[in-house]
């Protein structure tokens, strides 16, 4: 039984990783491999359908992909084109192709049924490509299920201890939650009122205390969390203060690991070069605390060393809605293969 969902769109890359110099990427298990043919992403399997050398291995020639073991080439749709030293192309001698959609810098692959790949089901993210937002963006990869991460990211708490010197303080495990369930979607917002906010927001926005804070994580299951942030007056209403978007989309690569897409925005200090810096040090220190409890959680259930399920408290109720829906698309799919 599959333990991926693939009947949906992921973030395979930023638009600017793709050029025409093929990269590798395991996206839900299976090699893919991305280019640009005349501009445009495109996504084919990773393996030759000659000796199932690496695509990824090869080079771009006049918009086709050049496998660099015995020079079989392939057009955008996956077809051979040409087979050295002679001209007759064997029959059904293709590569699959993935669906893919380029959008606000992100570029999106479909990993299951191409005919059910449906791009106006693509979650928006239009703060990436606003000039009236600003921010910083990284690529990673976490040596850790995607489902620890989504439990990251729906149980913020952890900001308080594991993140303490930069976006933590204790008003992120004082204040409760509320938490908003939709067909596709799990919301969890939290407000903090009259907190001390914390050092990276007192040094990018230049508040001092106290100030009322909020932070509200969407997941649009089953792969993308935004997270709009804002921190403002006592009392003012939210639309008053300085807001952060903070996107975070994720990408199974396998069982135990996965691809994650990081970006956080925002609508004040546009185009203040310094405010990135800051911001791009402070963050990229927060993502590998991140990295180092997941991995270190993930080394513990490999090793059989869970000790039982989570006991999970009031503050996981976002995490215990996120991961029964997840379970359900997974066994949808299934049901569907068989």
């Known amino acids: 039984m599959s333990q991926y969902i693939t009947e949906t769109w992921y973030v395979a890359a930023w638009s600017e990783e793709i050029t025409g110099k093929p990269i590798s990427r395991t996206i839900c298990g299976k090699p893919v491999v991305l280019f640009r043919s005349d501009g445009e992403a495109i996504a084919l399997h990773d393996a030759c359908a000659h000796r199932q050398y690496p695509l990824s291995a090869g080079t771009v020639i006049d918009g ?57 089901s693509i979650p928006a993210t239009t703060w990436l490509s606003d000039p009236e ?133 925002r609508d004040f200090a546009i185009g203040d070069e310094q405010i990135n810096g800051i911001m791009r040090a402070s963050l990229e220190k927060v993502l590998e605390e991140d990295r180092f409890a997941l991995e270190k959680q993930q080394a513990v259930l490999d090793a059989g060393n869970a000790g039982g399920p989570d006991r999970l408290i009031a503050q996981d109720a976002g995490v215990a809605r996120a991961r029964r829906m997840l379970r359900q698309m997974i066994e949808a799919e299934n049901r569907e293969r068989q």
């Open 64 to 120: 086709h992909l050049r496998c660099g073991y015995h020079g079989f080439e392939y057009g955008a749709d996956g077809v051979c084109v040409r087979v050295p030293g002679q001209d007759v192309i064997p029959g059904n001698t293709h590569v699959r192709a993935y669906p893919v959609v380029e959008r606000d810098g992100w570029v999106w692959i479909w990993p299951g049924d191409p005919d059910n790949a449906d791009r106006e």
């Open 133 to 265: 937002w600003d921010g910083v963006r990284f690529t990673n990869r976490y040596e850790c299920s995607s489902g620890l991460l989504h439990d990251n990211l729906l149980d913020l708490t952890h900001e308080a201890f594991l993140h303490e010197s930069s976006i933590g303080d204790e008003a992120v495990f004082t204040n409760g939650i509320t938490v908003e369930v939709t067909a596709a979607a799990v919301v969890v917002d939290r407000f903090m009122p009259r907190c001390h906010p914390s050092d990276l927001y007192v040094t990018a926005m230049g508040v001092k205390p106290p100030v009322d804070r909020w932070h509200t994580t969407e997941f649009n299951l089953p792969n993308l969390h935004v997270i709009h942030c804002g921190v403002g007056q006592p009392g003012a209403s939210r639309k008053d203060g300085y807001h952060l978007e903070v996107l975070n989309a994720i990408t199974p690569e396998s069982e135990t690991s996965c691809h994650y897409f990081y970006a956080n925005v």
